[in-house]
T-cell receptor, first 111, second 111 residues
Framework: TQLLEQSPQFLSIQEGENLTVYCNSS?????LQWYRQEPGEGPVLLVTVVTGGEVKKLKRLTFQFGDARKDSSLHITAAQPGDTGLYLC???????????FGKGTTLSVSS | DVKVTQSSRYLVKRTGEKVFLECVQD?????MFWYRQDPGLGLRLIYF???????EKGDIPEGYSVSREKKERFSLILESASTNQTSMYLCAMRAPEGELFFGEGSRLTVL
């Protein structure tokens, strides 16, 4: 059973478009993290959200944690080719426990 | 900068060989993890360790073992490699704030 479902699995868009990636679960998480991974590299943390309803902004990236702490979204405004990569959400059921990862969303932004 | 170093970026082994994947962190953190990453399956947790000589099974421990003799080093061992263990292996260390720092990955091919 996949505890964290990410959608879409693949996304191919043009530079300047907006997009949203979703991370959903039927389980409650104490926190959710978003990572970005480039080919040949390990994932790198973008953000951690811990409070239900929380919204965090990182330049053109907006992250939201659902009120019930079961889902999260990542919205990118005016995507650029440098945003290309694999986006992974990861959640901790309890603080200090091992992270559970979604299967990831592969984003390709062409100029 | 935090650094997690994996000993080999690329390995090619034959079925039945013993394989050692080493991971070293340059901080003094307790928690270290081994994941494997496969297309369409995301990151799956193999084993983790929360202190020296301590280990816990993750979601897919079969066919693997680990060693944590020193705090900075966490090794993944494949006692008898099989073709279905061909994968990208990612080591990670967790900072006290919850962020995972990953190594660059070790791509293993078992022939």
């Amino acid at each position: 059973t996949q505890l964290l479902e990410q959608s879409p699995q693949f996304l191919s868009i043009q530079e300047g478009e907006n997009l949203t990636v979703y991370c959903n679960s039927s389980s409650v998480f104490s926190s959710l993290q978003w990572y970005r991974q480039e080919p040949g590299e390990g994932p790198v943390l973008l953000v951690t959200v811990v409070t239900g309803g929380e919204v965090k902004k990182l330049k053109r990236l907006t992250f939201q944690f659902g009120d019930a702490r079961k889902d999260s979204s990542l919205h990118i405004t005016a995507a650029q080719p440098g945003d290309t990569g694999l986006y992974l959400c990861a959640g901790a059921r309890q603080a200090g426990t091992a992270l559970i990862f979604g299967k990831g969303t592969t984003l390709s932004v062409s100029s | 900068d935090v650094k997690v170093t994996q000993s080999s970026r690329y390995l090619v082994k034959r079925t039945g060989e013993k394989v050692f994947l080493e991971c070293v962190q340059d901080m003094d953190h307790e928690n270290m993890f081994w994941y494997r990453q496969d297309p369409g399956l995301g990151l799956r947790l193999i084993y983790f360790s929360y202190d020296v000589k301590m280990k816990e099974k993750g979601d897919i421990p079969e066919g693997y073992s680990v060693s944590r003799e020193k705090k900075e080093r966490f090794s993944l061992i494949l006692e008898s490699a099989s073709t279905n263990q061909t994968s990208m292996y990612l080591c990670a260390m967790r900072a006290p704030e919850g962020e995972l720092f990953f190594g660059e990955g070790s791509r293993l091919t078992v022939l």
